[in-house]
């Protein structure tokens, strides 16, 4: 498994990627439809942030997508291929965000979690800290969790 720059031309697959792995906690379509636009990588990503692939034998196991603000770091997206969940790939693209983070100078980590993926940023060393409205349901909240890196 190496983590590689996402390219352009990747952005609509590594979008479809996210909506699986979202699906893999059971949502039904219009749930995961109405993630879309929340979930979908575009051309800004690439040229602000960091976009980066799991690959494996030419094929994306998963993405992170992190956003480094001053001495924050978001972890915008961190999204893992069903086939490849429980393999270790979320904790690598997780480990490249947090070594990336900390190079940059970043003292705190934020994500907003699913409630599903919340037990995985647990054992990343992650603490909710508060809740927050979804960006796709409305009436729905996720928790805000964070990692101090210093």
Same mark, same amino acid.
């Given at each position: 498994?190496?983590?590689? /720059?996402?390219?352009?031309?990747?952005?609509?697959?590594?979008?479809? !990627?996210?909506?699986?792995?979202? @699906?893999?906690? /059971?949502?039904?379509?219009?749930?995961?439809?109405?993630?879309?636009?929340?979930?979908?990588?575009?051309?800004?990503? !690439?040229?602000?942030?960091?976009?980066?692939?799991?690959?494996?034998?030419?094929?994306?196991?998963?993405?992170?997508?992190?956003?480094?603000?001053?001495?924050? @770091?978001? !972890?915008? /997206?961190?999204?893992?291929?069903?086939?490849?969940?429980? /393999?270790?790939?979320?904790?690598?693209?997780?480990?490249?965000?947090?070594?990336?983070?900390?190079?940059?100078? @970043?003292?705190?980590?934020?994500?907003?979690?699913?409630?599903?993926?919340?037990?995985?940023?647990?054992?990343?060393?992650?603490?909710?800290? @508060?809740?927050?409205?979804?960006?796709?349901?409305?009436?729905?909240? !996720?928790?805000?969790?964070?990692?101090?890196?210093?």
């Amino acid at each position: 498994m190496k983590i590689r /720059k996402a390219y352009g031309h990747e952005l609509p697959l590594l979008s479809e !990627l996210c909506l699986r792995s979202k @699906a893999y906690w /059971k949502y039904d379509h219009a749930f995961i439809e109405a993630c879309r636009e929340e979930l979908t990588l575009t051309p800004e990503n !690439l040229a602000d942030d960091y976009v980066m692939v799991a690959e494996d034998e030419g094929r994306a196991a998963g993405v992170v997508h992190l956003v480094l603000e001053g001495t924050t @770091a978001e !972890l915008d /997206k961190l999204f893992v291929d069903p086939k490849w969940i429980g /393999k270790g790939v979320g904790r690598q693209l997780f480990s490249w965000a947090l070594e990336t983070a900390r190079a940059k100078g @970043a003292t705190l980590m934020n994500v907003v979690a699913d409630p599903g993926a919340a037990p995985f940023y647990e054992r990343m060393g992650f603490k909710q800290f @508060a809740t927050v409205p979804s960006g796709s349901i409305p009436g729905r909240t !996720l928790p805000h969790m964070r990692l101090q890196l210093d």
